[in-house]
């Protein structure tokens, strides 16, 4: 059995009401470890365990780090995940609430990283919070779901942080003979890595990323998300901190669900659709979610921004 669940589709009314389209929300806020990430890590951790694997490493302490230390409690494997001093209080504590070891190295997510690789052992599996073709293909099931429920859209709406909920939602839609379906890529400005690489049309790696949508501060985006860029129809949109914090605001509002300002960036859009969004009737924004930000946070974030 997965580890993550099928989550609700459902018709917004208020977002339908906002843009004037046909709004529809996969709703993956709703997995047990508050994002879409468990799909992809969840089938990660089981393929890694039925390898023999004793221990999951990661360096995130967002939800990917999360998603690892749930995987690893449901799994019976012990988890440590190594998070830069950055990390804030509240992703610790709910990384520890899974049982997985939490260590603070480094000041930045870069000298992390190097610790969590130096601890590998033959018997350890290492968990990439973006780049693994194992969790493109745990994310791309959402698509299927959505398939399955007997909806097809035309226009799919998501956020991309380093691309790899983007790569498993293309995989998805392609299996489904999607593959003339748009994907509106959302990002906010200061970690716009997918746009700057469509930009250049190569990929690029950006001098530094500065976001309170800290699920989508990539560097840059991987090879997969990047081609995928190139071969199908794929809408790159930027917008500012602000949107992405007033839509998660909005979205508590209307949908009584708290979700992150990385998926606030994507609801941010379907509020306020582009021209190039409004040609479409029926639209699927990807409710990413994301636990690390209370709501104070996003208010004292928005004050400021
Ligand atoms: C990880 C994450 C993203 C971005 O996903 P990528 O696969 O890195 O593009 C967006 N929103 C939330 C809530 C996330 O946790």
Redesign the pocket.
């Known amino acids: 059995m997965s580890l993550h669940l099928q989550t609700p589709l459902i018709a917004s009314r208020p977002l339908s009401l906002a843009s004037g389209q046909e709004v529809w929300l996969k709703l993956d806020a709703l997995q047990p470890s508050g ?3 468990l799909r992809g890590i969840g089938l990660a951790c089981e393929t890694f365990a039925k390898q023999g694997k004793r221990r999951f490493v990661s360096s995130s302490g ?3 780090g999360i998603a690892v230390a749930y995987a690893g409690r449901c799994l019976g494997i012990p988890v440590t995940i190594v998070v830069p001093q950055t990390t804030t209080e509240r992703a610790r504590q709910l990384i520890a609430q899974e049982n997985a070891e939490v260590i603070v190295h480094g000041a930045t997510w870069h000298e992390a990283n190097e610790l969590a690789l130096s601890l590998l052992g033959g018997e350890d599996a290492f968990i990439h ?2 780049d693994d073709p194992l ?1 493109w293909q745990g ?1 791309s099931t959402m698509i299927d779901e959505v398939a399955a429920a007997g909806f097809k859209p035309d226009a799919v709406v998501l ?10 939602v293309c995989e998805g839609m392609a299996r489904q003979g999607w593959d003339d379906v748009p994907v509106f890529a959302v990002e906010t400005a200061g970690a716009a890595s997918l746009a700057a690489a469509m930009a250049q049309k190569q990929r690029v790696a950006l001098d530094s990323v500065k976001t309170y ?1 800290t ?2 501060a ?1 560097k840059q ?1 991987c090879q997969r ?1 990047f081609e995928l860029s190139q071969s199908r129809p794929v809408i790159s949109h930027v917008l500012s901190d602000g949107q992405a914090l007033e839509a998660c605001e909005r979205f508590l509002s209307d949908h009584r669900i708290l ?2 300002p ?2 606030g960036a994507a609801l941010a859009l379907a509020y306020a659709p582009s021209s190039a969004l409004k040609q479409y009737e029926k639209v699927l924004v990807v409710v ?3 636990v690390t930000a209370t709501l104070d946070q996003i208010r004292e974030w928005r004050a400021v921004s």
């Open positions: 994002s879409f990430k967002g939800n990917a919070p973006f969790l994310h956020s991309v942080g380093g691309g790899g909920l983007f790569a498993g949508a699920s989508l990539a985006v998300a979700v992150e990385a998926c990413c979610g994301g």
